[in-house]
Structures are given as C-alpha cells and as structure tokens.
C-alpha cells in the first residue's frame, strides 16, 4: 500500500491534464466524474495508506517515494521525492478530504457554469499543488508546490474574468503573495549556501549544528521564512488580499480557507519548526503577527455585511491563532487548530455559498433573514460550524482546539498575561461576530424570494463536514479533561513538545474565562441583533462609534495605506517613464516595420498583368545580373 504514495498528487494531476486537453469534448457529467473523481481517489488511497501508517507505523516514521532526479549538477541533486511523516500526513488528509467533498459540492453549485471543465481542471491542480508542497522532501520541490498554489488561486479568484473587480482581485492576491515568495526565494538560496543542501532532513539536522540559538544568519533565514508564510497565510502586514479574494465561486473559497492556500504559511513554520526554534526572535515575531492578526481581523469581521467577507477575516483570524501557537512553541496546537479549523471553515463557506445560491446571488446578510425554517439542513450544518468557529464549551470540535491555544498562551514558557489577553479578547469578539452573522441570516423576516434549493450534491457534504465539525475535536482532550492526547502523540515524532514555563493556575480556570468570553460575546450580539436592535441606532449616533466602524470595515485602512505608499507613487512614475528611450527603440522598431509592411502592400495589387510585369522585370533584372558579373 505504500508503494501508492506517488498516486495521491498524481491523481489530482491526471484529472487536469485530461480536463484542460479535452474538457471542451466532453458532457458535464463526465467533467465532474473526472474532477472528483480523481481528487476523491486520492482521498481514498490517503485513508488507507493513513491507517496502515497508525497500525503498522514505519521504521523510519515516515514512508519515502523517490520518481526521478529532478536536477543533476554536482552536488546538487533535488530529486522528485515524496515523503509522509505524521505531520504530512496530516495534511494530506485534510487537503484529499475535504477537497473531495468541496469538488462533490462543486458539481451541483457549478453546474450551470459555462466553464464547467475549465472549473474543475482548476480546483484539480489547486490540489495538485498543495500536495507538492507538504509532500515534498526538499525546499525546491515545496517551493515548486509553493507557486503552484499561488498560480491556482489567480485562476480561481478571477474564475468569472468577465467582471473587472474579480480580475482586479484575482491580481491583487497574486502580487501580494509574491512579495512573501520572494523573501522566501531568498531564504533557500542562504539555506543552500550554508548546508549545500536543500533537504528538509538535512537542514533540521544540521541547523544544530552549524549556528548556536539566537545566531544573526538562522535569525534572518527564519524571519525570511516567515515572510513567506505571512504573504500565503494573510497575516498582518499581508493580510489585505483575502478578503477580495472573495470574488471567486464560494467552493473556490472553502478550498482556499480550508484545504489550500493559506494553510501554506502554517505548514512551512512547522516543518521548519528546528530553524525556529534557534531563532528566538523570529519565533517571538510569528506569536506577536498573530496575536496581532487575530485582534486586527476580529474587529473588521465584526463590521462586515457580506456572509463571505464575514467568513474571509474570520479565516485570517484564526490563522492568527494557529500562528501564535506556533510562536509561542505549541506546535501540535497550532496543527491541531489547523485541521479542526478545515472541517467547519469548509463546512461555513459552502452553506454559505448555498445561501448565496438560493437566494439569486445575494451575499448582504442583512437582504438574508428567515431562513430557519426554509432551509433546515443549511441552517442545522451552518449553526453546527458556527458554533465550532465560536468554540462553544464542551460539545464543538473547535473548543477543544482552541482551548489549548489559550491555555500556552498563558502557561506556555514564551507565554505571557498580553498573549493571553489578546487571545481570550479574540475569542470573545469571535463569538460576537458568528453570532451577528447566525442571527441576521437565518431569524427574523425573509428580506429576498427564495430560488431553488440545493440538491443532495451539495448538502451531502454539509451533513459530513457538519459530523467532523463536532465529533473531530475529541481526538485530543484538555489536560483536566482525562487528557486524552491521540493527535499530540502521533506528531509527537515530528514536533516537539511545547515547554511549560508559568503554570500557576489549574487549568479549568482558563477554561471557564474562555467559556465565558465565548457566551459574553453570543449575549452582546444576541442583545444588539435580536432582543434589542434599538441599541444599533444609538451607536451609530455616536461619531466615535462610526468612526470606527469605517475604520474596521476598511480593514484598518490597509488598502488606502498601500495605495499612498507604493500604488501612486509607482503609477506616477510609470507614467514619467514610459516614453524613455528604451520604449523609443522598440517604437522605432514598430514603426519601421509598420511602413515597410504598407510599401509591400502595395505590390499586391490583385492585378494579374501587374504580377506577369514584375516577374518578367525580376527576370530580366536577375540575367542582366548573371551577363554583368
């Protein structure tokens, strides 16, 4: 079983070549079979290779598939080599899982699409790419996986190309990105100047090794790092483009805020997690961006009348959790988060993309309302994931992996009172903001007619999703709860342990300030959205209090702030430069080979005495050429 590792990337890979050269010729049902097909096999081969991995764990803890030597030259070898370890194979999971519901989803909300193949040949190198990235046993070939993603997610956020704005944000999140891809870029070629290698193995081992804990080189290839991870990951001070992102087809943005793209940010800081770990500094700079970040897109949530946009800073927010843990050294909670965080932001987003759907496109959640009772399976599976992203004590899976975030933040030895605070407000304001968007949607009076419901395609997934979503948190229980540690026992081999520096307090105490965060903040939108809405007309009274709203809506006025400091300025000297006497050559060119172009035309004449004439003129000209010399 094994030996099949290389078919999970390959299947997905397949599905796109055969998609992209031959989707116009086939009906759709055959695209579709082909789509999830391929993105469900793998998911199947994962579980099965995933249980042989847990009953019969290999002796080297991880499975290695070599294809071919990708280069050759001198000591340089990267090579086209799979590997699953624990922290992998988690991943892989979660990316082959959850994609294929999201494609078995896809084929009912996309059905009536035009670019049905182009759709499908799309999400299947979206998959594709993210398994390159956390299969791969070297930088190069993660890197490759990297910028594939990357590629994906502009060919899907522009997906309907024909609306300016979604162009404009399709382009928007490539060239954000690439500011992080270019740090990154620049971190493997003083990785390889340094080890001569580009092996992850090689470099976890070494690091030790070569540079001692704070060392100036570890802290900048750390920090470089890092870079990349905040551009892919949307953090602060990249954050800016995920909420626009919003312009693609809400499958595409499950598969984005789930299984894909901005996941990338928190695999790389744990895989890396030795280089980390001998940078203090660069470690303590991912707790700050996301204890910072989660705070930053809590607010803008907050303030957000579009059910995506919503969904869109609660996923940057969370990131943000899972980037904290990451710096304060909880790594097993970070991934833990990670994949809990998957089952009910996948699940959120496509009953939001149904709502979107039944309601002719409608994304105003205050257009929304009375929707209880019209749609119970999307409103049960939609309550179900709101209640994990809220992390309502005992019974949600995103409880338990949020609790022990909180819980390090404190108790963790890079822990501290702020980071704890800023969690624990984080928590709260997250309540508030998934209970706004729970209350405005789903009670009060119907405000739009309701098209035609979703089919089994695309609640089939809900009711899974909704199951993960509750059950998935119990494979790793609290300390005070029995401690039951199944998943930080499998990573264990991967990640180490966090270090405890500051437990003065029994943990059940943090537990019942984030339990009751999470109800102060149900009750503050329960009293503003519900029992009594008055309340939001005095705020807007006040000018302070829509002054901030703007603020927050605006998302802190990053996109103004950018366009002042590199948008116009770059514009304004384009717009100086772009008669320079380079453009000049190439419009000399132009206008050479333009004139020359119209003095031979006029040679074709359509006249076949004018035709007969020249070739008797060349004629004579090439003998009386010949009788000369």
């Known amino acids: 079983m094994n030996n099949l590792l290389w078919l999970i990337p390959v299947l997905p890979l397949l599905g796109f070549l055969i998609l992209s050269l031959a989707g116009k010729s086939l009906s759709k049902t055959s695209i579709a079979l082909i789509g999830v097909g391929s993105v469900s096999l793998s998911a199947l081969i994962t579980i099965l290779i995933g249980l042989n991995f847990l009953n019969d764990p290999p002796a080297a803890g991880f499975i290695s598939q070599t294809l071919y030597t990708w280069i050759e030259i001198g000591n340089f070898k990267p090579e086209i080599t799979f590997l699953l370890d624990p922290l992998s194979l988690v991943f892989v999971f979660v990316i082959t899982f959850i994609g294929a519901l999201i494609h078995v989803y896809s084929a009912g909300f996309m059905k009536g699409d035009k670019d049905y193949s182009r759709f499908f040949a799309s999400m299947n190198l979206f998959v594709f790419s993210m398994l390159v990235l ?96 905040i551009g892919k990951s949307a953090q602060l001070p990249l954050q ?264 003065t307090w029994p943990e059940w105490i943090f537990q019942l300030m984030a339990s009751l965060a999470t109800f102060g903040g149900i009750y503050i939108s329960y009293q503003l959205y519900s029992k009594n809405p008055a309340l939001i007309l005095r705020l807007k009274q006040s000018s302070l209090a829509t002054a901030l709203y703007q603020f927050w809506f605006l998302g802190w006025g990053f996109d103004r702030l950018y366009d002042i400091l590199f948008v116009k300025p770059l514009t304004y000297l384009s717009n100086i430069n772009k008669n320079d006497i380079v453009d000049q050559i190439y419009s000399g060119i132009s206008f050479i080979s333009i004139k020359l172009y119209r003095l031979l035309s006029y040679t074709q004449s359509g006249s076949l005495r004018w035709y007969a004439m020249g070739l008797l003129l060349g004629a004579i000209i090439i003998l009386t050429i010949q009788i000369v010399t």
């Open 134 to 229: 956390v299969l791969a046993d070297n930088l190069l070939l993660l890197y490759l996986g990297w910028e594939g993603v990357g590629l994906c997610s502009y060919l899907l956020i522009g997906f309907w190309y024909e609306n300016p704005q979604n162009g404009y944000a399709a382009r928007k999140a490539f060239i954000m990105t690439r500011i992080g891809d270019t740090a990154m870029a620049i971190a493997l070629f003083m990785i390889f100047s340094w080890f001569a290698s580009l092996q992850i193995s090689d470099i976890l081992l070494k690091a030790p090794q070569l540079f001692q804990q704070g060392d100036t080189t570890i802290t900048i290839i750390a920090l470089l790092l890092l870079a990349g991870g």
């Open 240 to 503: 800016n483009w995920l909420p626009d992102a919003m312009a693609g087809p809400s499958p595409v943005s499950a598969l984005i805020h789930a299984a894909t793209m901005v996941t990338a940010g928190v695999y790389l800081i744990a895989r890396m997690n030795v280089i980390f770990e001998l940078a203090p500094i660069a470690q303590m700079t991912v707790a700050i961006i996301g204890a910072a970040t989660l705070l930053i897109a809590g607010f803008s949530a907050c303030t957000q009348y579009d059910i995506k946009r919503v969904l869109a800073y609660s996923t940057i927010s969370q990131i943000g959790y899972m980037f904290l843990a990451l710096g304060l050294g909880a790594w097993t909670a970070a991934i833990f988060h990670f994949m809990i965080h998957a089952f009910f932001k996948a699940l959120l987003f496509l009953a939001a993309g149904a709502i979107i759907e039944t309601l002719h496109h409608e994304h105003n959640m205050f257009k929304m309302g009375g929707l209880k009772n019209k749609m119970p399976v999307i409103f049960w599976t939609f309550l179900i994931g709101s209640a994990s992203l809220a992390a309502l004590p005992l019974i949600s899976a995103g409880f338990y992996s949020k609790d022990p975030i909180l819980w390090y933040a404190w108790s963790a030895e890079k822990g501290n009172m702020i980071f704890w605070a800023i969690a624990l407000l984080g928590a709260f304001i997250t309540a508030a903001y998934t209970c706004r968007m729970v209350i405005v949607t789903f009670w009060g009076s119907s405000k739009t007619e309701i098209g035609h419901m979703p089919g089994s395609l695309m609640t089939t997934p809900l009711l899974v999703l909704a199951f993960f979503s509750v059950v998935a948190g119990f494979i790793e229980l609290p300390h005070n709860f029995g401690h039951f540690t199944l998943f930080s026992d499998f990573l264990h081999p991967v990640l180490p342990e966090v270090t405890m520096g500051n437990e």
